[in-house]
């Protein structure tokens, strides 16, 4: 498996934990919306609770909502924003 199907695994687990979601992280898929019609049916609290568990696990900090709605559409957004953030910061 490789690093970006590693980290997709990760954050659905940091949010099946973090959300108690009531599905397991292997039934969401990595381009599934998060909020809205249609979607995983998440709420501005689980986003907040999203923002926090992402700093947390990786030190990804999303300074503003225009910026959390980019990042938190999908699994596959936010394991983007996280490997970009991985790849800028200094080891």
Known sequence: ????????????????????????AEEISDEQTLFGPGSLGLDSVDALQLVVALD?????????????RQILQSVASMAAAVANHKASSPC
Do not use: C, F
């Not at 687990?13 to 979601?21: A, Q, T």
């Open 56 to 68: 947390k696990a990786y030190g990804l900090k999303i300074p503003d909502p225009e910026t959390a």
């Open 1 to 24: 498996m490789d690093n970006t199907a590693t980290l997709r695994q990760e954050i659905k687990h940091l949010m099946v934990d973090n959300l108690m979601l009531q599905i397991s």
